[in-house]
């Protein structure tokens, strides 16, 4: 009976020590130098239309987007699960999905806050916000309001889904109602539309999706809207579609904690610059991009219903120890009894054994310290490049889980697309180029996450057993933040810090756009200079905080003055341009002149006490009656405009010449 429990202990130490061995060649890779380079940024969506329906309308936003910021762009859709595990699993570097789900990705640290919010459209109303909707077949006299949904069964693509579950249950809890039963609920997935086949086949009596599916549905000729009824139905004057719930803000893009935040700087410029109905918005059905939303309600619905992230974790108790280890405990207990009774030989054993294993604990211990502790995704192979340990950084940035990739082919599980979305062969990846000649490799590539790529600069560094080749250790990181960064300072360079209005950078920018097009569709446009008269004696008088504030009075009286499309900037000092990019005729730059200097004198500005008259002298240049397409000539005109005011007595406008 001794023999036996010593040659069972024994067995476990070997069964150890060959688990932590490939441990040991994790330090080969940990000194390595890690460098990093571009590479073409992966781009996730979450469908909640069918997947080939999703990918036509992202496409020419995935396009544009690798136009605007000069670099590939691979865009892939997903359902949710394909979208949660291409966040964690470091396979995307920009995500686009519901709040609800964006709530649950940040919380995992999966992603860093949005970088804007999508402005939807339909027909010739701009859509912020979207909501729930619960239907019934038309005929299905049972079920008329809220209370009827009692011990109903319900169709949903995912409990996950913000519009299309949680947004609904959150009424039914308001109204009293408990959530759906677990036992009755129909889950389909992703997309929409089969939650709404669920219910029309009798599989469900009440069906939850997303507002706007059912009317794209019918627009589509898949659905007769006389066939189904809202339940729980709401009236909100400017949103387009039926719901039965409250509204919330539209579906933010963020961008995982990968991304280099010059490069998240640059997309957010990118999708916040994209033209408001343009050839892109319209082509994907949406009409542009805002900054980001507020998702604190969002954030609160999920707390009331108790959903992930959000939810409780339970409590491990003695009880619960025992339940898992009470092999363990028993055995252990054995053991001590048996060494305690067992001769000198048997404890010199024992303590010998005791050490060992102490030492191979502790070196287990210390290399899993180690790599849960890195920043870095860090991750092994064996020499068929099966995975056989990973740390939790790779795992997030993977968006996998140790079942996901343990003893799985790395390539297959997150490497086998390129960029592009074309066929990636094996022979090719730097893991097993390296598990062939055990060279280490820093190289480029681009990671999966999901149906999505992100980029990553990777370091391959063979595993040996003398000198075979036992495998590879690799390790990759992300760059997120610092394109995060980037990209809020250069938001900051187009506006005036005083102000608030455009600076001269951005004026410049858009009267050069503001003059093409006039030039393209033969429309006529001004040009005005205004600058304000004796404001060196608000300076001089009343000191240059005061001047400040009479800068920052004639700033808001100017940019409210203007009609919608019109920009009004501050060129400097006390002088500010307006750019008028379409009028009929020259009298209509009189007609917003006039109006600027009535504005400017009435009511007079009142600055720490004192009451300060304001006027302005006003030159005006307009293409193509002025005769020049270039914007620093026009410029030069409206100046010329401008002074002539100044020689005539000042307090009022004029065109050039």
């Not at 919010?117 to 979207?130: D, G, P």
């Not at 892109?280 to 954030?299: E, I, N, S």
């Not at 054993?349 to 070196?363: A, E, G, I, N, P």
Request: glycine share 8%; proline share 4%; hydrophobic share 45%.
């Amino acid at each position: 009976m001794s023999a036996t429990m010593v040659t069972r202990f024994a067995t476990h130490a070997r069964t150890l020590r060959r688990v932590v061995m490939p441990f040991l060649a994790l330090g080969l890779a940990l000194w390595a130098g890690l460098s990093w380079s571009e590479e073409p940024l992966r781009f996730g969506v979450l469908a909640f239309r069918p997947k080939d329906q999703s990918f036509a309308q992202w496409k020419p936003l995935s396009d544009y987007l690798e136009k605007a910021i000069g670099r590939k762009v691979q865009l892939t859709v997903h359902s949710y699960r394909e979208l949660d595990d291409g966040a964690a699993g470091g396979q995307l570097d920009i995500v686009m999905t519901n709040p609800a789900h964006l709530i649950v990705l940040k919380q995992r640290g999966d992603v860093v806050a949005p970088l804007v919010t999508l402005v939807n459209k339909e027909k010739s109303r701009n859509l912020t916000a979207f909501g729930g909707v619960m239907f019934v077949r038309a005929n299905d006299s049972r079920i008329s309001d809220l209370d009827s949904l009692r011990d109903k069964i319900f169709a949903t693509v995912g409990k996950d889904s913000l519009g299309g579950f949680q947004a609904q249950a959150f009424e039914m809890v308001e109204a009293g109602l408990d959530q759906p039963d677990p036992q009755r609920v129909v889950v389909t997935g992703m997309p929409h539309d089969l939650v709404v086949e669920a219910v029309l086949k009798g599989r469900a009596d009440v069906g939850f999706v997303r507002s706007g599916v059912l009317e794209a549905l019918a627009a589509e000729h898949k659905l007769d809207l006389s066939t189904v009824r809202i339940i729980h139905r709401q009236n909100y004057p400017t949103f387009p579609f039926a719901t039965s719930t409250r509204l919330y803000p539209e579906w933010p893009v963020a961008a995982t904690k990968r991304v280099d935040e010059h490069i998240a700087k640059r997309i957010s410029v990118a999708l916040l610059s994209l033209p408001e109905d343009g050839d892109v918005a319209r082509t994907a059905g949406f009409h542009g991009f805002a900054v980001p939303a507020d998702y604190d309600g969002v954030q609160q619905l999920m707390r009331r219903l108790r959903v992930s992230p959000f939810d409780q974790t339970p409590e491990f108790t003695l009880a619960d120890a025992w339940e898992k280890y009470k092999e363990w405990i028993w055995a252990v207990g054995i053991l001590l009894v048996l060494l305690a009774i067992a001769s000198v030989g048997l404890v010199t054993l024992y303590r010998h054994l005791k050490r060992s294993f102490h030492q191979l604990t502790l070196m287990a211990s210390r290399q899993t310290l180690l790599l849960s502790s890195l920043g870095e995704g860090v991750y092994g192979v064996d020499q068929e490049c099966r995975c056989v340990f990973v740390n939790p950084a790779a795992l997030s940035m993977l968006d996998l889980k140790d079942a996901d990739l343990i003893g799985k082919h790395q390539h297959d599980v997150f490497h086998a697309s390129r960029p592009d979305g074309s066929y990636y062969p094996s022979e090719e990846c730097p893991v097993h180029r390296t598990l062939r000649d055990g060279i280490t490799r820093e190289v480029e590539e681009e990671f999966l996450r999901g149906d999505e790529t992100f980029p990553v600069r990777m370091t391959v560094t063979a595993m040996r057993d003398g000198d075979a080749v036992v495998g590879a250790v690799v390790a990759f990181q992300d760059i997120t933040e610092r394109k995060l960064a980037e990209q809020r300072i250069e938001e900051l360079a187009y506006f005036d810090s005083l102000t608030g209005l455009p600076n001269r950078r951005m004026l410049l920018e858009h009267l050069r756009r503001v003059l093409q097009q006039a030039k393209r569709f033969h429309r006529s446009m001004a040009l005005m200079f205004v600058d304000l008269d004796n404001f060196k004696q608000v300076n001089d008088s009343l000191g240059h905080d005061a001047g400040d504030e009479f800068l920052v009075e004639v700033a808001g009286r100017l940019k409210a003055c203007l009609r919608a499309g019109d920009l009004v900037g501050r060129q400097g000092g006390d002088e500010f341009i307006v750019i008028l990019p379409e009028i009929s005729h020259p009298d209509d730059a009189a007609v917003v002149a006039e109006k600027l200097l009535a504005l400017l004198r009435e009511p007079r500005i009142l600055v720490r006490g004192t009451e300060v008259s304001a006027s302005a002298s006003i030159g005006i240049a307009v293409f193509p009656a002025d005769g020049d397409d270039d914007y620093q000539e026009l410029m030069k005109k409206a100046d010329l405009a401008m002074y002539s005011v100044k020689r005539a007595g000042r307090n009022g406008f004029r065109f050039y010449p």
